[in-house]
């Protein structure tokens, strides 16, 4: 099994920066795509960024030039620094990991949240 463990949420006020953190651990053979997702109240959850082994990124229009994605593949973890903080990035944010356990199966996992709060 993995578990999938984010943090970093917080209130934070318009144009502030937060940096959220997602840590993967358990029996991980690799990890191949890992992504951050959001869910507003009331809205479908909804892709952020992603990043594949490799290191291509990939941000949704909304993020552009304000979140980055960024991933340690020795350490089995991944970022997300954003920047230049709107209201309407309030939700919570979920860490998405595809990964190869033993014996060599690939399952996707999820992690259980980290609130992001933007408000004066």
């Known amino acids: 099994q993995v578990r999938v463990v984010e943090s970093g949420g917080a209130l934070v006020q318009p144009g502030g920066s937060l940096r959220l953190s997602c840590a993967a651990s358990?029996?991980?053979?690799?990890?191949?795509?890992m992504g951050w997702y959001r869910q507003a109240p009331g809205k479908q959850r909804e892709l952020v960024a992603y990043?594949?082994?490799?290191?291509?990124?990939n941000h949704v229009d909304s993020v552009k030039g304000r979140f980055t994605i960024s991933r340690d593949n020795a350490k089995n973890t991944m970022s997300l620094q954003m920047n230049s903080l709107k209201p309407e990035d309030t939700a919570v944010y979920y860490c998405k990991v595809v990964a190869t356990t033993f014996p060599y199966v690939q399952n996707t996992y999820w992690g259980q949240g980290t609130q992001v709060t933007v408000s004066s």
């Open positions: 358990g029996s991980i053979v690799s990890i191949n795509t």
């Open positions: 990043i594949t082994s490799g290191g291509s990124t």
